[in-house]
């Protein structure tokens, strides 16, 4: 296994370790709104902006997971059929286009923070940037994760003829 593997995958648990936290947080602010509003008529200011910051980092890391580890939506219609050896070559040929996205998605997502740079959220007051920064991290780890695949000539498990399709 390569350095640059290794890395990837110490990376892949920690966004994992990170996803589940992030979770945990959103689900107990979330249930705190609802019991003190509901049982206690006491309306807490920064939950549910809290809760949507972290949906958003939720969502994005978790998008950059499935590159990682292969849950991410896909067509293999066209690549089943395929020789091995084509069919090897296509999936390096998509993983490279996957970090193409990954690295204008950084860019754009970079972009974003600097356009919004100084902003506040309006309800806890935290830098607007820490949420638009989602996106960049967001596309950094696409094209980290989807290089890795296409160096190591990672094949989708998820497809293939030898996959019984439903």
Known sequence: MSVFSRISTALARLLGVLVVTMVVVMTCALGAQVLLRYAFNITL????????????????LTSALGVREGFHVRMA???????????????????????????????????????????????IGYPIELLHASAFVCGLLIAVFALESALSGKVDEASGPETEHV
């Open 77 to 123: 219609l066209l690549l089943d059929p395929m020789p091995a050896a084509v069919r090897r070559e296509s999936e390096r040929v998509i993983h490279l286009a996957t970090c193409a996205v990954g690295l204008f998605l950084a860019w754009a997502g970079w972009r974003y923070v600097a356009d919004t740079r100084g902003a506040v959220s309006a309800a």
């Open 45 to 60: 200011s920064w939950s549910e902006e809290l809760s949507l910051g972290l949906f958003t980092w939720t969502v994005l």
